[in-house]
């Protein structure tokens, strides 16, 4: 078991998160070898301050949440996107197939449409551990259909190396010619993560989802919800729509320009007053327990907007032993409005240090990060990213600001480029003094290519004042 306290950017928020991981071996893909264990995943993946496992409970609301809710729609009930087997036309199935492989598993290459796709794992040769039975068998891929069968849809395959602990994820994953037994595999996209570290795709990039995030550690696992422990993790979902991409998002792939509409990366929170009116008819003592560890999740960790679909389908994992009567209705009755969006961006980080460096200084020439001084009561926007060696995936500064020999009182004000109002001080100073206040700052997290990555200055005094504003470090 793994335990890390994990602390805010914006607040004095301490948690503890344990994750403790075991493979397990239930039914899943047709004609797998004993080596192969389908539906592999009992615990949260990843390390435990990572964006899927980090608890959201106490984390800021974000000031346009009434806005976005309201363009999901408020009466828009949930509905589960897995389940069991689709008898009325085998073999098609519901929910995402994941598997694992041990570390032996041969890797063959994946042809890929999009060129930001891994071509195999960090530190690992090139390829990924398809199985030969998936060419020709069913219920290897999302959808059910044996690889050459190249059907529609979105076609995933979720893979595990156990072993080494890797986690492979493909999207539009075919096997071509189409009905042959000895097709060569194509994907429209591809991934690899190391299970043991959090690192990114690279800001940009796409995975076998929008988002650019892996999908596998999203997924409403039966297992899990029958377990008799907590679930400890965010769930996948998806909106008919999207404006721009947050932290944990690398990955544009905006669908609407609507300024209501969710980004990807975005998180929305069960509110923690929200209780079930009733359970669906039939539900056993064991159903019931599920249901509420489901309904635990969604409050302390919430769902991450991690695709385009249909509006507040929440994405889990085929399973057989799924019964969608029961879970179709439990879902239907947990509305859009039960839920808040969480402050975009907000999640646990990491520090990287810069060389000390300014950032901007208003005292020099006209420009983007110099003149003119802050005039009384008003306010400028900058851009981190690109300056300082700050990469345009930093979503969070530190550093030094300054107010330089000003003729009157006041105060500074930081800002995140996407938010107006309700910032703390940053600096007060004085007359004729020049004082200096070290800061922590989250940057924009707007939609709008413009806007993201930027913060504002506000001066809240009697007369201009310049300000400089030195770095020393960001957080992603």
């Not at 947990?334 to 646990?348: K, N, P, Q, S």
């Amino acid at each position: 078991m793994r335990c890390l306290a994990i602390l805010g950017l914006e607040g004095a928020l301490a948690v503890a998160v344990c994750v403790e991981t075991a493979w397990a071996q239930p039914s899943g893909c047709l004609g797998a070898p004993a080596a192969v264990h389908c539906g592999t995943v009992d615990a949260a993946l990843f390390p435990a301050d990572n964006w899927w496992n980090v608890p959201v409970a106490l984390a800021p609301l974000d000031p346009r949440s009434a806005e976005v809710v309201s363009w999901i729609g408020t009466t828009r009930g949930m509905h589960p996107d897995f389940g069991g087997d689709d008898t009325g036309n085998p073999p098609a199935i519901y929910g995402m197939v994941h598997f694992s492989v041990p570390g032996t598993q041969p890797l063959v290459s994946v042809d890929f449409d999009y060129p930001d796709s891994d071509a195999g794992a960090p530190g690992r040769p090139p390829g990924y551990p398809i199985p030969p039975e998936a060419k020709t068998n069913a219920k290897w891929i999302e959808g059910g259909y044996a690889g050459n069968a190249n059907p529609g849809g979105d076609k995933h395959m979720l893979v595990v190396d156990r072993d080494n602990r890797l986690l492979f994820e493909l999207w539009n994953l075919r096997c071509l010619p189409t009905g042959s037994a000895s097709c060569a595999w194509a994907g429209g996209s591809g991934a690899a993560w190391s299970l043991d570290t959090n690192a990114r795709r690279p800001f940009g990039w796409t995975s076998g989802d929008a988002a650019g995030l892996a999908i596998l550690p999203g997924l409403v696992r039966y297992s899990e919800a029958y377990s008799g422990s907590p679930i400890a993790h965010a769930f996948r979902v998806t909106t008919r729509g999207v404006n721009g991409f947050v932290y944990p998002a690398s990955h544009e792939a905006t669908t609407t320009t609507n300024a209501n509409a969710p980004a990807l990366g975005a998180r929305l929170r069960l509110k923690a007053g929200f209780s079930l009116a009733s359970y669906p008819s039939g539900a056993s003592a064991a159903d019931r327990d599920a249901m509420d560890r489901v309904v635990a999740a969604m409050k302390s960790y919430g769902l991450i907007v991690a695709d385009t679909g249909s509006d507040m389908y929440v994405s889990g994992a085929y399973d057989a032993r799924w019964d969608n009567g029961l879970w179709n209705p439990f879902f239907s009755e947990i509305r859009a409005g039960d839920f808040e969006l969480v402050e975009a961006g907000w999640g646990a980080a990491r520090f990287y240090p810069v060389v000390p460096c300014r950032l901007l200084d208003t005292r020099d020439a006209a420009g983007p990060w110099g003149a003119p001084a802050l005039a009384a009561g008003g306010s400028r926007t900058f851009v981190a990213s690109g300056r300082c060696g700050l990469p345009e995936s930093a979503r969070a500064i530190a550093g030094n600001l300054t107010a330089a020999t000003p003729s009157a009182s006041g105060e500074l004000k930081l800002v995140p480029g996407d938010r107006s109002a309700g910032s703390p001080t940053a600096l007060s100073y004085a007359a004729g003094i020049t004082r200096t206040n070290s800061f922590v700052l989250r940057l924009s997290g707007a939609s709008s290519a413009a806007a993201w990555g930027t913060f504002g200055i506000r001066n809240e005094g009697a007369a201009s004042v310049d300000a400089v504003l030195d770095v020393n470090g960001y957080f992603e």
